[in-house]
């Protein structure tokens, strides 16, 4: 079992930073892949940005690309998410994940996930 419990949600003008974090227990965390995911309201949970076990395989979904970084600590058990220039549709809840398996990808589907947070929300006035 993984226990993950996300941070660093909040309310942000259009412009700003945020910072998630995801802290993992349970297992060893660098083993894991992990990825960010997020459901805005009347929408499906989508990819955001997720990453290998190793951080050599990461991807970000096009509408997050140059604007948010993935990473990790694997000595501190935590996963981030740096969210710069904010817009009005990152509006959502973020979800962190936890893939059971080291791979040398990084999984882009939300199935090849095990392990979910609870989410944080994001919102984002313009």
């Known amino acids: 079992q993984v226990q993950l419990v996300e941070s660093g949600g909040g309310l942000v003008q259009a412009g700003d930073s945020l910072r998630l974090s995801c802290v993992a227990s349970?297992?060893?965390?660098?083993?894991?892949?992990m990825g960010w995911f997020r459901q805005a309201p009347g929408t499906e949970r989508d990819v955001v940005a997720v990453?290998?076990?190793?951080?050599?395989?990461?991807y970000y979904a096009d509408s997050v690309k140059g604007r948010f970084t993935i990473s990790r600590d694997n000595a501190k058990n935590t996963l981030y998410l740096q969210m710069n220039s904010l817009k009005a549709e990152d509006t959502a809840v973020y979800y962190c994940a936890a893939d059971g398996e080291s791979r040398s990808y990084a999984v882009r589907a939300q199935t090849g996930y095990e392990y979910w947070g609870q989410g944080t929300q994001v919102t984002v006035s313009s």
């Open positions: 990453i290998n076990w190793s951080g050599g395989s990461i």
């Open positions: 349970g297992r060893t965390f660098s083993s894991l892949g």
